[in-house]
Antibody, heavy 117, light 110 residues
């Protein structure tokens, strides 16, 4: 059974940094692209970033480009999202998702990031 | 990276059929057969319902079906049940190798 467990969320001040982690199990992590998707309170889903299986490609939404960095450690079966220069509008639940091709076939339960002074 | 356009809400009675539309451009929905649909109940993570326009993952009821015409994709739910009441989101791959979601549609089963 695929399991994705996010961690690292919390309260951070504007301009601060946070690193999210997603521990994966139940599948061959190194063989699949992975993504981060976020959902602001009472809002819709927003794609944030994706990384290819081989770490060769990383893609970002315009809203986070230059501030967020996606990475993965295939030896630890873990996905990361380094978030810098955080803004109030980055407040959201951040989901880690496994890519089954072009789609998100498994999701974690999410971790809440709150950016506030 | 503009969001795909979905109706904010749709409703139907038990047993009826409803369709949710998802309109994009030739750079996303219209350009690729990479449209997927997700169901999200309150406080829960999204769940994949349809992938690559019209394919159903194992375990998803055959009451859910997907299609596409031009720049608009559609999700149809037949034989509405109370448990179908949820938010639904479409998603597409884009020509920039990025991905985009629709704004979401709240389905009410009356």
């Amino acid at each position: 059974e695929v399991q994705l467990l996010e961690s690292g969320g919390g309260l951070v001040q504007p301009g601060g940094s946070l690193r999210l982690s997603c521990a994966a199990s139940g599948f061959t992590f190194s063989s699949y692209a992975m993504s981060w998707v976020r959902q602001a309170p009472s809002k819709g889903l927003e794609w944030v970033s994706s990384v290819s299986a081989g770490v060769s490609g990383a893609y970002y939404a315009d809203s986070v480009k230059g501030r967020f960095t996606i990475s993965r450690d295939n030896s630890k079966n873990t996905l990361y999202l380094q978030m810098n220069s955080l803004r109030a509008e980055d407040t959201a639940v951040y989901y880690c998702a496994k890519m089954g091709g072009s789609y998100y076939d498994s999701w974690g339960q999410g971790t809440l990031v709150t950016v506030s002074s | 990276q503009s969001a795909l356009t979905q109706p904010a809400s749709v409703s139907g009675s038990p047993g009826q059929s409803i369709t949710i539309s998802c309109t994009g451009t030739s750079s996303d929905v219209g350009g690729y057969n990479f449209v997927s649909w997700y169901q999200q109940h309150p406080g829960k993570a999204p769940q994949l319902m349809i992938y690559d326009v019209s394919n159903r993952p194992s375990g998803v009821s055959n009451r859910f079906s997907g299609s596409k015409s031009g720049n608009t994709a559609s999700l149809t739910i037949s034989g509405l049940q109370a448990e179908d009441e949820a938010d639904y989101y479409c998603s597409s791959y884009t020509s920039s190798s990025t991905r985009v979601f629709g704004g979401g549609t709240k389905l009410s089963v009356l």
